[in-house]
């Protein structure tokens, strides 16, 4: 086992506990070094690399990362640098091609520098490789966390909180209207509209998600469609209200855009909670054969899926969330992660 790794994500220390993404890759490095270290900010993260001269660095995001990979360059550190690059979305949102000169040029001087670059997908890996010059990419798939991984199939087949009385969907994300535009929920509040006389079932999706500037622009468009009774707001949730959500769900929708990958969707699937996404992104190499992949991002695909679902048989729809479950924890196990990465660090 090597000794030290400075772990630098340039964002508030109180994401790094929030956040699965970062829990994983904290997860995965301590089982690979003997200490990992957290720096809060940038000048930490200089005294750590003086400090400590046989240490690694592993980076999260390459924008926001340069000033730290360029100082690991300099002491003469091996960098790993992971995260998620949007070289494309049809949502119209920001992408590599149209932010401003600074990121795109701390992002491609990032890539370069970096002793090893890991992408969490295979959608991210040939987008970003076929346009920008990287040094050394590599696929390492986004994981579950450790604790995640440990869970035990047992539930689903014994606690099974399917009702088949009601059809509860479930919408988690950041409410802001770059990403309620990004992850196509207006279209999906539309679709609420249209199939929720077409089914003999009580319909409800709960939206889960950090108050942001379209929280007000989704109440008036739920007023607008006349689907209030339907829709129920969760701000703000715990981790553990949240599991609790993804047991309960009958469907994630999460028809998105672009996904870099989909820590969302890999969560719900670890609780056997199925998934509806698009075939953007990496979206549908999580999902796989377990959920629903709609090929056009509209009101009247999404209205097919839920009433097709909300007419399988409990058996059917059992066997749906054990197989979600399945491919959450045999292809994105936490494992199978720690063992790539111990891979990569032999070379």
Known sequence: MQKKVIFYANVSPKFLDKWEYYIADIDMLNECFEEVLLPKNLKQFITLCMKYSDANIYCWWWHRSFPAILIAKFFGKKIFCTGAIHMYDYSGNRTYYNRGFIYKLFTTLSLKLSSHNIFISKDQYLAITSALK?????????????KRQS?????????????????????????????????????????????????????????????????????????????????????DISQDLKDDFYEKSDLLVMPSYMEGFGNATLEAMSFGCPVLVSRFGASPEVVGETGYIINNIDAESIAKVIRNYSELPFLEKLNMRKSAFKRAHNIFGFNKKVKSFKKLLKH
């Open 151 to 235: 869970q035990n199939q047992e539930f689903i087949t014994t606690k099974s909180k399917i009702n088949q009385k009601e059809i509860n969907l479930l919408f988690i994300g950041w409410l802001s209207k770059y990403s309620i535009n990004r992850k196509s929920l207006i279209i999906t509040l539309n679709a609420i509209k249209l199939i929720r006389d077409q089914i003999d079932k009580k319909l409800t999706i709960n939206i889960c998600g950090t108050k942001s500037d379209g929280v007000e622009f989704l109440r008036k468009k739920i007023n607008y469609l006349e689907i209030e009774e339907n829709i129920v707001f969760n701000f």
């Open 134 to 146: 990287v040094n050394n990419p590599e696929l390492i798939y986004s994981s579950l966390t450790k």
